[in-house]
């Protein structure tokens, strides 16, 4: 799909058991990595965000989705005769305590390190953060299956990194085509100013934490596990915004301000595939790091 063939968003998309109407539903805009990384720049500081169209190789982010979906297969959580890169899911029989021990297992590997390290990503956020770009070593893939009803609630990713520098930047990146009824990530337009609001609000009322509280998302001052809200659909309408949606490609990469209020849609693919992606976070090294991010992932951290 060119940077010009964003389709527009017909069918409306759900969370949550809520359906977002179309009325309240916008394109994501894409951006031409060859515009250069100083205009990149300014567009993520006005939108909160940029969708660089093709930045990675598409052979070698299908080649890895191959790769993950392969090392899966024994879960149950791929239906069997299909070429892996496809993702086509089982529809039941899913060893789930073997499925997370096993995605516990990809995210330490060499290969998935290589991935969020590749050179073009490396070379662009170099650029991108003015020096050399720090990758913290907490790193997340997530698969999800469709109809599967849970999916990520709105928030803003500072609220789970208070314990470093603000000036961070999340790159999430599609592993595979990914239309918007696979679920990929939505933004709520222009709400990178509305998550610094949240966030200073919650500073002026955080004085009564101590400082180990004052950094997590689950002290008594913030929404259960640091959403800010399960209802899609409501967000749009108290804030009179558009949730904003793409059909991602293998390729793409999303960089997004820790401000920028983001969530994730169910997925409805009719084709039966599986999403998979990764949310990765990048700063200059030279910032404050939040030591919590120094170690793998691991479920049920409460990062």
């Given at each position: 799909m060119s940077i010009a063939g964003m389709r527009t968003l017909e069918t409306p998309l759900a969370a949550h058991g809520r359906t977002i109407p179309t009325q309240r539903l916008g394109p994501l805009q894409p951006t031409d990595p060859a515009i250069g990384v100083g205009a990149i720049r300014r567009r993520y500081e006005e939108d909160g965000y940029v969708w660089l169209k093709g930045l990675l190789p598409r052979a070698e982010v299908i080649d890895f989705r191959r790769w993950v979906f392969a090392r899966l297969a024994e879960t149950g959580l791929l239906a069997p005769g299909h070429d892996f890169a496809l993702g086509i899911a089982a529809s039941e029989g899913v060893d789930w305590s073997l499925a997370d021990r096993r995605l516990m297992s990809l995210v330490r590997s060499a290969a998935y390190e290589g991935f969020c390290a590749q050179p073009p990503l490396v070379r662009f956020m170099d650029a991108f953060l003015e020096g050399i770009s720090y990758l913290h070593k907490r790193k997340l893939m997530?698969?999800?299956?469709?109809?599967?009803?849970?999916?990520?609630?709105?928030?803003?990713?500072?609220?789970?990194?208070?314990?470093?520098?603000?000036?961070?930047?999340?790159?999430?990146?599609?592993?595979?085509?990914?239309?918007?009824?696979?679920g990929g990530l939505i933004y709520l337009e222009g709400s990178h100013a509305l998550g610094r609001g949240m966030e200073a609000e919650f500073r002026l009322r955080s004085g009564d934490l101590t400082p180990e509280e004052r950094i997590s998302a689950y002290n008594s001052h913030m929404a259960e596990g640091g959403w800010i809200s399960k209802d899609l659909p409501d967000m749009a309408e108290r804030f009179d915004a558009r949730w904003l949606a793409a059909d991602y490609e293998a390729g793409d990469v999303v960089l997004h301000s820790p401000y920028m209020i983001h969530a994730a849609t169910t997925n409805e693919d009719r084709a039966g595939r599986l999403r998979l992606s990764t949310d990765i976070r990048y700063q200059n090294v030279d910032d404050e790091i939040d030591a919590r991010w120094s170690n793998h992932w691991s479920l049920g951290d409460m990062l």
């Open positions: 997530r698969y999800t299956k469709p109809g599967t009803p849970m999916a990520t609630p709105a928030h803003y990713d500072l609220v789970y990194l208070r314990g470093g520098t603000s000036r961070l930047v999340t790159a999430w990146i599609p592993i595979g085509d990914m239309p918007a009824e696979m």
